[in-house]
């Protein structure tokens, strides 16, 4: 049983040590020791036999300390006809046999936790070198106590059975406010609890509204019940409370404590549920087993043509069928965002595989132009449609974007069309015409250098262009600049550069649809 320290960053407060161990197992012993020491320290060690079975949890044995000379009135000092005090006067201990159980829970290699109900106890919890802090669900809003508790270096658990919305949302804040290593848990002060007023629900309303908060779960439900505290850990809950008893002949046990054979099915379905839930912290690792399972029941490419080393394979180049075959490329890798190229000549009906193609990933390059057009339509406070499409042209290749291309949204393509085109800074877009469509420039931002049949001009914000068919236009922006284009029917074959080698790149366009 040992002290696992986290690092965790509670919202609104600075990250923090965390000395509130994982999968923390809390025993509650409160008044189960029965005023004598000798049974208290039987209990702590009975369940240190328990616990010494289940690896993988932490565990604490908890106490609740009250100074009743001065917690209870003197004018009711001897009332026994009220259950509480007359309980808690029955099972009053001495400081040095509370001492003596304390220096038992550490022995058998418990962590110490205690409850104080009133502040003198906080001092004694702190001198007796307890490990934990607990606050009770009846001292949630006990702000006296909280204040001292506050005061102090321990951790604190508080259980919320109760409480009201805005008083955890109050506890919370002071507690990180004052960058404390705190937790809450979960809790229903029904003794024992019925199966319908467990709200086990509850863990994820916590978990939900107070993020980096560590939830928990109390228990007091029927001992025998292992389902809940199963359920528990599957919602997110790692600290779990469980009130415990030893029965003799002299001591019975309540109706809410469990003895040891009931809690060690209770570990049993907690280590049960742990093992079934799994992983939180990352997106977990498939097996081999499972890849080849999955593999196999998907289709993989083949070409649907005779294809040349060096070609890249698009959509018409492939169909996919079953089966797969090791390596294969499938249906699953198959994206607009990933380019295949043939490695080497490949026959119609061949396989395309990892061995014979290279990948080219492009969809980081493309994310970043995204943003770069997202960037600068925001400076120019530009506002675009949600429908409009997105054009990215590279002319010579995405690699070489960043110097030759520009960005196209188009807005409406009817009779008339209206575009934005986006000239990040430093790119050039090649010399061009057009044979049928007369398109207007209007610049809304930023400078542009335009040539028009080699005539260059520049152009600012408000200048207005007017380009006819044929005319050879390219243009380029040192530092950005964004143009409404206004023309007449935009064709896609009705685009002419003066360079062939664009010509010849049949893959200069990528076209997004959804990218605001």
């Not at 003596?100 to 550490?106: M, T, Y």
């Not at 319908?196 to 439900?221: C, M, W």
């Not at 520009?406 to 061009?432: A, D, S, W």
Request: net charge negative; hydrophobic share 40%.
């Amino acid at each position: 049983m040992n002290v696992i320290r986290n690092e965790r960053e509670f919202e609104g407060a600075a990250a923090a040590q965390s000395r509130i161990p994982d999968r923390l197992v809390v025993f509650e012993m409160a008044n189960n020791h029965m005023g004598d020491t000798d049974h208290g320290v039987r209990v702590i060690e009975e369940f240190a036999k328990v616990a010494k079975d289940f690896e993988g949890f932490n565990f604490a044995f908890k106490m609740q300390y009250r100074q009743l000379d001065t917690f209870i009135h003197p004018d009711f000092q001897d009332r026994m006809d009220i259950k509480y005090i007359k309980r808690f006067s029955e099972t009053r201990l001495s400081r040095e046999n509370t001492k003596r159980i304390v220096d038992a829970i550490k022995s058998n290699g418990f962590l110490a936790m205690c409850t104080p109900f009133d502040d003198e106890s906080v001092e004694l919890v702190v001198d007796d070198g307890f490990d934990i802090l607990k606050i009770a669900s009846c001292s949630f809003t006990d702000w006296p106590l909280l204040e001292r508790a506050g005061q102090t270096s321990l951790p604190i658990i508080a259980s919320t059975a109760a409480a009201q919305l805005h008083d955890i949302d109050q506890i919370v804040a002071f507690m990180q406010n004052r960058h404390k290593d705190f937790a809450l848990m979960h809790c229903v002060a029904a003794y024992p609890t019925p199966d319908a007023d467990l709200e086990l629900n509850q863990i994820d309303f916590l978990k939900d509204r107070y993020p980096g908060v560590r939830i928990g779960y109390s228990t007091h439900e029927n001992p025998g019940e292992t389902m809940a505290v199963a359920m528990a850990i599957a919602k997110g809950a790692d600290i779990l409370e469980k009130h415990v008893a030893v029965p003799t002949d002299e001591y019975a046990i309540n109706a809410y404590s469990a003895t040891p054979d009931q809690v060690r099915a209770w570990l049993e379905s907690a280590q049960r549920a742990y093992t079934l839930a799994g992983q939180t912290e990352d997106r977990i690792e498939p097996t081999k087993d499972e890849l080849s399972a999955l593999t196999a029941l998907q289709r993989g490419a083949f070409v649907s043509r005779d294809v040349k080393a060096g070609e890249r394979l698009k959509d018409e180049d492939v169909f996919m069928a079953i089966p797969t075959q090791d390596g294969h490329v499938t249906a699953n890798n198959w994206s607009k965002y990933t380019h295949y190229y043939a490695a080497q000549d490949l026959k119609k009906g061949e396989p395309v595989l990892q061995s014979n193609t290279r990948a080219e990933n492009v969809r980081e390059k493309i994310y970043g132009i995204v943003q770069d057009v997202k960037s600068l339509l925001d400076t120019a406070r530009i506002v675009v449609p949600g429908e409009a499409a997105l054009e990215i042209s590279h002319h010579y290749g995405l690699e070489k974007f960043d110097d030759y291309g520009i960005t196209m949204i188009t807005v409406v393509n009817r009779e008339y069309c209206k575009k934005l085109i986006v000239v990040l800074p430093g790119q050039n877009h090649p010399e061009q015409y057009h044979n049928k469509k007369e398109e207007t420039f209007h610049v809304l931002h930023g400078e542009l250098r335009l040539v028009l049949d080699g005539k260059e001009r520049i152009c600012r914000p408000g200048d207005v262009i007017t380009v006819m068919p044929g005319v050879r236009h390219a243009f380029d922006s040192e530092n950005g600049s964004v143009i409404e284009e206004i023309s007449s029917t935009h064709f896609v074959d009705d685009s002419f550069y003066t360079d062939p080698k664009i010509a010849e790149n049949k893959d200069r366009k990528t076209f997004l649809s959804y990218w605001l």
